[in-house]
């Protein structure tokens, strides 16, 4: 089985920052595009920035230049460096990691939990 851990989420204050963790463990053997969504109450999951194996990143327009997402393939783990945050960025932030499991030849995409960030208005 697959697990992914979220953490590093809360209260923070307009203009200030946060880091994001998202860390898989498991029987992985290799893991292509890792991610990190958000999601407000009745609203469709949004892409917020994506890193692909080869460390190309692409971000949502409303967050380029203040979030950063990077990856360790040593840890399994993406994260998220969020800076300069607004009221607006308050969502729950769902990390997407798209891996193969050791001896099965398909990829399929894992969810973590989500993590609350919210940041008052």
């Known amino acids: 089985q697959v697990q992914l851990v979220e953490s590093g989420g809360g209260l923070v204050q307009p203009g200030g920052s946060l880091r994001l963790s998202c860390a898989a463990s498991?029987?992985?053997?290799?893991?292509?595009?890792m991610g990190w969504y958000r999601q407000a109450p009745g609203k469709q999951r949004e892409l917020v920035a994506v890193?692909?194996?080869?460390?190309?990143?692409n971000y949502a327009d409303s967050v380029k230049g203040r979030f950063t997402i990077s990856r360790d393939n040593a840890k399994n783990t993406v994260y998220l460096q969020m800076n300069s945050l607004k009221p607006e960025d308050t969502d729950v932030y769902y990390c997407?990691?798209?891996?193969?499991?050791?001896?099965?030849?398909?990829?399929?995409?894992?969810w973590g939990q989500g993590t609350q960030v919210t940041v008052p208005s």
């Open positions: 997407n990691v798209k891996l193969t499991q050791i001896g099965r030849p398909e990829s399929f995409v894992y």
């Open positions: 890193i692909s194996s080869g460390d190309s990143t």
């Open positions: 498991g029987k992985i053997f290799s893991i292509n595009t």
